[in-house]
């Protein structure tokens, strides 16, 4: 379906620059979306069932890829109404009996023969109709005296019950959607709070994507709080407001990522996190309203503002976790997010070699038994490669998927092996220090070394032990939280508090950027 957006045409104008920036031409003209489908239960969170309320009554509409809307019919009261998959709780048949020019033609059939004790609704496929009944079979659809043609709803339609009656159905297509909008107040999904109109459609898999459809800066009110504490100070919560903003337009312009579940952007962490109206404070509502549509450009196109909690003192270069690169996204020292929370500043984490297998597995396959572990690191200190070394191959790892596979906080980290044999040796000169099983040789009577290792015995005044080789354990040391990439959130903070305000602080972590307010 075509994006239901409306777009604001950039012409020339006269502009208030925001201060430490620079605008060029080309940046003056293009379409900047305003508006955002947000997927609230999309792909594998779809659902069979959905409850939708609004106090001040709602109207149930049909909403064209043309943006245009039927509006079906009127709910003035703040009863709940069901959205359900046909089939989940009875039919899926059902007996199609006339058609109609109009929805209220339609409704008017369907009331004439509810009145005549049928359970009829009115019906939407690409034109009315009118259906009897949900029957578990087609011989019973076929049983009510009335004439009509036998439709199986399972695969494509989803029904609109109120009470337990169904008022209406919608055969699923591409080119519309059933769409639901408040009269007053706000929609409640699932008994929470949200802005703007709800869309549901069916998705690939038969379940039903609930979207919310709203203005991109009431989108940001649901984001910013989720995104970063609304407590923090506000230069910082604005620079968050721009880079959120800047993320959604480049990915609603740009990225069809979302495209077969028909949303622009998700509510997670596969895009930003959006929790709707109970999630706002005034705070993080304050700082979208003082960067009301100002973006994030490099040369006159928005930029995919990726931002990252904390970079452990350097933010990451885009290669160092995507097969790209870019000059806006590359690393530099960020000495502004440390101090604050000293579980992200530095970390530990020790896994046994055991454990480290165990992840691997399940990506990489049976390695055998652990021989060696070698890092590859970029000019920022993050892990571009870690090779396992087995006995019987080598588990590759790469990029953000070392993060990925063996749950870690980052990709800024070193490794440092554990053996199961403490061997300390002593020297020529008498001194004492610890050695690694592989380092040892035995000399034999003619000088000859030969490799030791784990084919040694050492004996001591209690019998004899055997050196083991092998690896035990590994030490992971550690800094930041998450990819590193972009703004720093405890970085952007760090500013705030040092008197940097939003645009200083953004034109830090993203290079060779510009600030352009798209709205006056």
Not at 97 to 104: G, I, L, R
Not at 421 to 445: A, C, H, R
Request: charged letters at 20%; one cysteine or more.
């Amino acid at each position: 379906m075509k994006r239901i957006v409306l777009y604001v045409l950039l012409v020339a104008m006269i502009i208030t620059v925001i201060p430490g920036t620079t605008v060029s031409p080309a940046q003056a003209a293009g379409k900047i979306p305003d508006s955002v489908r947000v997927g609230l239960y999309y792909s594998y969170t779809a659902k069979d069932s959905v409850d939708v309320r609004c106090n001040g009554g709602m109207n149930i509409m049909i909403m064209h890829e043309n943006n245009a809307y039927n509006k079906v019919m009127t709910l003035n009261d703040s009863s709940t109404v069901q959205i359900i998959n046909d089939s989940t709780y009875a039919g899926p048949y059902h007996l199609h009996v006339s058609d109609h020019a109009t929805a209220s033609d339609a409704m008017a059939e369907a009331d004439r023969l509810k009145a005549a004790g049928y359970d009829a609704y009115p019906v939407y496929d690409g034109g009315y109709q009118v259906w009897v009944g949900s029957f578990s079979n087609a011989s019973l659809a076929n049983q009510t005296g009335l004439k009509g043609d036998v439709v199986n709803g399972i695969k494509n339609v989803v029904l609109v019950k109120k009470s337990g009656q169904t008022i209406l159905a919608v055969v699923n297509n591409n080119k519309y959607e059933l769409s639901l909008k408040p009269l007053a107040g706000n929609l409640y999904i699932m008994n929470k709070p949200y802005r703007g109109n709800i869309s549901l459609v069916k998705n690939s898999s038969g379940k039903i994507n609930v979207i919310n459809c709203l203005p991109m800066e009431e989108y940001l009110y649901g984001v910013i709080p989720n995104e970063m504490p609304s407590g923090w100070p506000i230069e910082a919560l604005k620079a968050q407001a721009v880079a959120a903003r800047s993320y959604a337009v480049y990915n609603i312009m740009y990225n069809n990522k979302f495209a077969s579940q028909r949303i622009d952007v998700g509510c997670s962490t596969d895009s930003q996190v959006y929790k709707g109206m109970s999630s706002e404070k005034a705070a993080t509502n304050r700082a979208v309203d003082l960067t009301r549509g100002t973006l994030i450009m490099h040369d006159g196109m928005p930029v995919e503002a990726f931002f990252c909690s904390h970079s452990g003192g350097y933010t990451a270069d885009i290669s160092d976790v995507y097969a790209s690169s870019s000059p806006v996204f590359v690393g530099r020292p960020d000495p502004y997010c440390v101090g604050y929370e000293p579980k992200h500043d530095n970390w530990t984490v020790t896994i046994s070699a055991q454990e480290l297998l165990k992840k691997i597995k399940p990506k990489k396959g049976n390695i055998g038994t652990i021989k060696d572990v070698n890092l590859k690191h970029s000019y920022t200190g993050r892990v571009l490669e870690m090779d396992v070394v087995g006995t019987k191959g080598t588990a590759v790892m790469k990029k953000n998927e070392i993060r990925n596979i063996l749950g870690l906080k980052s990709t800024l980290f070193d490794l440092q092996p554990g053996y199961a044999t403490d061997i300390y040796t002593m020297g020529s000169n008498s001194q004492v220090k610890k050695s690694l099983p592989q380092d040892l040789y035995i000399v034999s009577g003619n000088g000859e070394k030969t490799a030791g290792g784990s084919g040694m015995y050492v004996l001591g005044s209690n019998g004899s032990k055997k050196i083991s080789a092998g690896t035990s354990s590994f030490t992971i040391k550690g800094s930041g939280y998450g990819h590193g990439i972009g703004l720093s959130q405890y970085g952007a903070r760090g500013m705030a508090d040092k008197g940097f305000d939003f645009a200083d602080i953004l034109k830090y972590y993203y290079s060779d950027v510009d600030l352009y307010p798209t709205k006056s």
